[in-house]
């Protein structure tokens, strides 16, 4: 005979109560929220320490969010000055770095655009804007949209259309648009007295490089920025590269002519009598000559630059 067991529970053993569910429901929920609050917590803390590591990187990502100064201007209610130096020394600040990408170029170009949006009469702005766009972004396309902005804002200052005919003159190749802009810098009153005769040179010697040799050195000694110094010296090493080429083939040129032969080597041409001595490279490389046709090149810097290069050649891109 089986017997089968009852066991009798008590009702609170069966089933849970409204109370216990609620205070289940509670637990989770605050271990959720804490695991919640704790993964912000890191991702707060690792933002800190990358701003730590890099202190520009909160200034960087302002420029990138920057509203168009058409819609900041009205917003300050008056201040637009104000908000513009404000601006500006932020910008600086990044201007700062030992160098900076494509996107921080980007970004500061538009807060270059903001800042002389907010005080169209900033004079300086456009100028440290040009050169930085041109020389070290290597945009003479933003850099002339900065500065023809300024033509119109302040028409008065010599500065703005003087970088104009340098952007045009070194890198954009157009001799015709760089006497054009040399010419309006030499118009307006309060511009140098050596502007007049840079006009004449440059329409003259346009294509010399001694001309743009001096040209260079009246840029570099026009700016403190060492990175903006460091980019106009390799020009000048550029140009200087030119001016030996030119020297070099008019030597093998007088040598092919006489000897009906072209030098076995360069130095040949010394030997001969067609040179006092041979051009040392700038940047520390030899000049090479082709032996079936006389022309030379650098072993640094193959490539000659655009303004200089024959019709139909490969021309030299500025990077920097």
Request: glycine share 6%; proline share 6%; charged share 20%.
């Amino acid at each position: 005979m089986h017997f089968r067991r009852v066991v009798r529970m008590d009702a609170s053993e069966r089933l849970p109560n409204a109370q216990q569910i609620s205070s289940r429901q509670m637990i989770w929920t605050t271990v959720v929220g804490t695991i919640v609050l704790l993964l912000a917590g890191i991702v707060w803390l690792q933002q800190v320490l990358d701003q730590r590591r890099d202190p520009l990187l909160a200034k960087i990502e302002d420029l990138a969010h920057l509203p168009q100064g058409e819609y900041l201007k009205p917003a300050l209610l008056g201040y637009h000055h104000l908000g513009a130096d404000v601006l500006w020394l932020r910008t600086v600040q990044i201007l700062g770095k030992a160098s900076n990408t494509g996107d921080e170029f980007d970004w500061l170009y538009h807060a270059f655009d903001v800042i002389t949006t907010l005080d169209p009469q900033y004079d300086f702005v456009y100028r440290v804007a040009g050169i930085t766009m041109t020389e070290l972004a290597n945009r003479p396309d933003l850099s002339n949209r900065l500065l023809e902005k300024g033509l119109v804002a302040a028409p008065q200052r010599w500065g703005i259309p003087y970088l104009m005919a340098y952007n045009y003159y070194f890198y954009l190749a157009d001799v015709e648009k760089a006497v054009h802009y040399a010419r309006r810098a030499a118009e307006i009153p309060e511009g140098p007295p050596w502007l007049v005769n840079m006009v004449t040179q440059m329409s003259a010697h346009a294509g010399q490089p001694e001309f743009a040799l001096g040209f260079l050195l009246r840029m570099h000694g026009q700016t403190n920025d060492p990175r903006i110094k460091e980019s106009l010296e390799l020009n000048i090493k550029e140009v200087m590269i030119e001016r030996d080429i030119r020297l070099l083939e008019a030597a093998v040129s007088r040598f092919h002519e006489q000897q009906r032969r072209y030098p076995t080597h360069l130095g040949e041409l010394v030997t001969q009598g067609y040179m006092s001595a041979l051009p040392q490279e700038p940047f520390g490389g030899t000049y090479v000559m082709e032996p079936d046709t006389g022309r030379i090149s650098s072993s640094a810097h193959p490539q000659r630059l655009k303004m200089y290069a024959a019709p139909g050649s490969e021309a030299k891109k500025r990077e920097h």
